[in-house]
Structures are given as structure tokens and as C-alpha cells.
């Protein structure tokens, strides 16, 4: 899902929705709140907030899918 949502934000779509702005919204708002329980649970280094990119944003450098799952892993393992 994140793949599709950040190629669809690069390739600056005009088909941009409502439903893919619902949907990186709750993606970004799940990985927050996992960010949340491991820091409630004495995790130290969780890493930072997820963020979707939408178009218009900058352009990064592609994430790999390994790179992404240390992302949500918070580089803890």
C-alpha cells in the first residue's frame, strides 16, 4: 500500500483522491500509534513518525522495501 500511495504522489497523478489521502493519513496515523505503544512499552529508539509523501512533495530517493520495514521496525532489529 505505501508503495502504491508514494508512486502515485512521484508520478504527480491528477487522480490523487480522496480515498489515497484517506488512506496515507491512516497509514501515517497507524504507524504513529505504533511509534506511541513501543515508547510506552520502554522502547529507546524507535525511529521517526512515517510520513506518506503527497503530490507536490519534494522528490526523495526511492525506499526500498527492506529500508521500509526498518522503518516500521524503528532500526530496532
Excluded: C
Excluded at 44 to 49: E, F, T
Amino acid at each position: 500500500m505505501f508503495e502504491a500511495l508514494e508512486a502515485a504522489a512521484v508520478r504527480h497523478e491528477k487522480q490523487w483522491t480522496t480515498d489515497r489521502e484517506l488512506l496515507a493519513s491512516i497509514l501515517e496515523t497507524l504507524h504513529a500509534l505504533y511509534l506511541l505503544t513501543a515508547r510506552a512499552n520502554g522502547a529507546k529508539n524507535v525511529g521517526k513518525p512515517l510520513r506518506v509523501p503527497r503530490p507536490g512533495d519534494k522528490p526523495k530517493q526511492a525506499v526500498s522495501p527492506g529500508a521500509f520495514a526498518r522503518m516500521v521496525r524503528g532500526n530496532s532489529g
